[in-house]
């Protein structure tokens, strides 16, 4: 086999979390007046809660923001965000996706999870994976957020291989960056799939499985 391990991106790949995120920053945003979109939102695909903030702010017309009170924005829209969470269920996580995981524990690999999100375990809890995973790498464990390689090697640990052993699964051209910094292959889906730093192209996510051999 090519890779001993697999690190997949959470939001994007393993389940879509796209609607809810921007449902919470769309509050957000017309409390404080901001112009926001879909567009923008595709821009916050990978990126901190923090950073995520920094570009909605981009049109923000008011009076300047202190560090604190740009906190406190993340946390009103994160609030917002995970009473959005409990709308996802099982039924969140499709039958290609669950089959192709299950057919991948069988040949042998580590599988792990590398998400910028502070939430990812709960999200993994409402689509029924929360003990599925040899690691779970996320938001609450790294100082640096993709294209930072941090998010993926921390992942590659938790399953006690190098990081040159894995495959990381990606939707954001940041994290395809990520992994490229980290010197890992990298397979991008969706928003990523064109992106020319991937290794590989998906354009469907039980097509892992052939990268395997
Ligand atoms: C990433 C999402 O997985 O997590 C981003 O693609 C999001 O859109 C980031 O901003 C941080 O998420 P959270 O849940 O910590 O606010
Ligand atoms: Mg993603």
């Known amino acids: ?107 042998g690999l580590k599988l792990a999870i590398g998400s910028s999100s502070r939430n990812a375990r709960l999200i993994l809890s409402r689509i029924g994976l929360e003990d599925f995973f040899d690691g779970i790498s996320d938001g609450t464990n790294i100082e640096k957020s993709k294209p930072d390689p941090e998010v993926f090697i921390k992942a590659a640990a938790m399953v006690n291989l190098e990081p040159k052993e894995c495959l990381v699964i990606e939707d954001a051209k940041a994290g395809i960056d990520a992994a490229h910094n980290g010197g890992m292959d990298s397979a991008g889906i969706g928003d990523a799939a064109d992106y020319s730093l991937a290794s590989y192209s998906l354009t469907r996510f039980s097509q892992i499985t052939d990268l395997i051999f």
């Open 1 to 107: 086999m090519k890779y001993r391990g697999i690190i997949f991106d959470l939001d994007g790949v393993i389940c879509h979390t796209d609607k809810y995120h921007y449902k919470a920053w769309k509050q957000l945003a017309d409390r404080l007046d901001i112009y926001f979109d879909e567009q923008i939102n595709n821009r916050l695909r990978g990126v901190s809660r923090m950073d995520s903030l920094e570009i909605i702010l981009e049109r923000y017309a008011g009076a300047p923001l202190s560090q604190e009170e740009k906190v406190q924005l993340a946390n009103e829209k994160n609030e917002i965000y995970k009473k959005l969470l409990m709308e996802m269920s099982s039924e969140d996580l499709s039958d290609e996706v669950k089959t192709t995981l299950e057919n991948l524990r069988k040949l």
